[in-house]
C-alpha cells in the first residue's frame, strides 16, 4: 500500500498562475484533508473532505478550491496564485471525520514568485 | 475556537537524557490530543495520542500525560537517541478531525 500520494513534490508558480495539486490515498478512507504548514505556525487546515461527495472549509480557505474526485482522490486548486500561498502543502486522509487518526501525504513544497 | 500553545520552540538534549515539550490549550470541550512527529523533509506520523478520560500513556520511551484542570499536555521522551531529533507537534480537538488544531512544533536536537 502507498497510503496517501501527492504530486507534485515541488512547484514554482508565478502570480496570478494556476495550478492544481493530487492527492490520492488507497486505504479506504473516507475523510481527506489539506493542510498548509508554514515556519513557526504549525499546520492550518484549508479544506476537508469528510465522505465522498461533502467538502467544507477549514481555517485557512481564502485563495483555494477543493474537489473530491471520488472516495480515492482529493485535489486543491489555486486560482489565481499569490505570494502569500508560499507553503508547504500536505493532505491526510483518516477512516472517518471521528477517527482522529491522520495519515499525511510526503508533502508538495509551492514557491510562488 | 481552540488555540494551542507550545513550548519550547527549540530543545537541544544530550543523548541519553530525557526531554519534555509542553502544551496548553483553551477549550474546555477538547477531549483527544496526539501527537506527531517530523523528521527533517519527511511527512508528520502520529506517535501516540491522549483521550481526556485518561490522565497518562506510555508506549516504550514516550508518555504523555494530561491535566483537564490546568489545560495542558506534555509529551515525555526518556533514553533520547539520536533518531529521536525531529519537530514534534501537539494538537488538540473536540469531535471530528476537522477541529484538530496544531501547536506551532518544537524542534527537538539529540547532541551525540
Known amino acids: 500500500n502507498a497510503g496517501v500520494t501527492q504530486t507534485p513534490k515541488f512547484q514554482v508558480l508565478k502570480t496570478g498562475q494556476s495550478m492544481t495539486l493530487q492527492c490520492a490515498q488507497d486505504?479506504?478512507?473516507?475523510?481527506m484533508y489539506w493542510y498548509r504548514q508554514d515556519p513557526g505556525m504549525g499546520l492550518r487546515l484549508i479544506y476537508y473532505?469528510?465522505?465522498?461527495?461533502?467538502?467544507d472549509k477549514g481555517e485557512v480557505p481564502n485563495g483555494y478550491n477543493v474537489s473530491r474526485l471520488n472516495k480515492r482522490e482529493f485535489s486543491l486548486r489555486l486560482e489565481s496564485a499569490a505570494p502569500s500561498q508560499t507553503s508547504v502543502y500536505f493532505c491526510?486522509?483518516?477512516?472517518?471525520?471521528?477517527?482522529?487518526?491522520?495519515?499525511f501525504g510526503s508533502g508538495t513544497q509551492l514557491s510562488v514568485l | 475556537g481552540e488555540n494551542v500553545e507550545q513550548h519550547p520552540s527549540t530543545l537541544s538534549v544530550q543523548e541519553g537524557d530525557s526531554a519534555v515539550i509542553k502544551c496548553t490549550y483553551s477549550?474546555?470541550?477538547?477531549?483527544?490530543f496526539p501527537w506527531y512527529k517530523q523528521e527533517l523533509g519527511k511527512r508528520p506520523q502520529l506517535i501516540i495520542d491522549?483521550?481526556?478520560?485518561?490522565g497518562e500513556k506510555k508506549d516504550q520511551r514516550i508518555a504523555v500525560t494530561l491535566n483537564k484542570t490546568a489545560k495542558h499536555f506534555s509529551l515525555h521522551i526518556t533514553e533520547t537517541q539520536p533518531e529521536d531529533s525531529a519537530v514534534y507537534f501537539c494538537?488538540?480537538?473536540?469531535?471530528?478531525?476537522?477541529?484538530?488544531?496544531f501547536g506551532t512544533g518544537t524542534r527537538l536536537t539529540i547532541i551525540p
Open positions: 491526510a486522509s483518516s477512516e472517518a471525520r471521528d477517527d482522529e487518526k491522520l495519515f
Open positions: 486505504m479506504n478512507h473516507n475523510s
Open positions: 473532505s469528510a465522505s465522498e461527495g461533502t467538502t
Open positions: 477549550d474546555s470541550a477538547s477531549n483527544y
Open positions: 491522549i483521550r481526556s478520560n485518561v
Open positions: 494538537a488538540a480537538s473536540g469531535f471530528g478531525n476537522e477541529k484538530l488544531t
